[in-house]
């Protein structure tokens, strides 16, 4: 795996408290707008809805498996489906790998008690650099 694979390219606003990462994304990039269209972009279960409300034909989602009910008793994805969430997972580990990799700074770990306005935004872009940084020097 080369170090390029897991620099950070973009990092969005900060939130407070528990917020959903679709609600983050549709506040950050409006689907009014056409954001995606020229990106591959790869996202988790979590952004369900996405290719819904976003005009991109780009837009890849692992396959969820059916839920169980009287008119499909078996509830398993095809062997073909699997085989696409394991590629679209072996690609998207690369994005976790980052994220973990800017956790091992703690001050994004632990509760945030500063109170100065948008410096949460700076620390974030500081521990992001500072993964980038590690990683052309490894």
Known sequence: MSSIEKVILFLGNTFTGRNHD?????????????WFDDLNILVDLAYLGMSKD???ENILLPHKKPRKSKKNPVTQLTEDQKIENRALSGIRIFVENAIGGIKRYNILVH??????PDFDDDVIGICA???????AYS
Request: aromatic share 20%; glycine share 4%.
């Open 22 to 34: 679709y609600s983050m994304l549709k506040q950050e990039f409006p689907p009014e707008h056409d």
């Open 129 to 135: 650099g500072l993964w980038n940084f590690s990683l």
């Open 54 to 56: 976003y005009r991109s």
């Open 111 to 116: 509760r945030f008690r500063n109170h100065k």
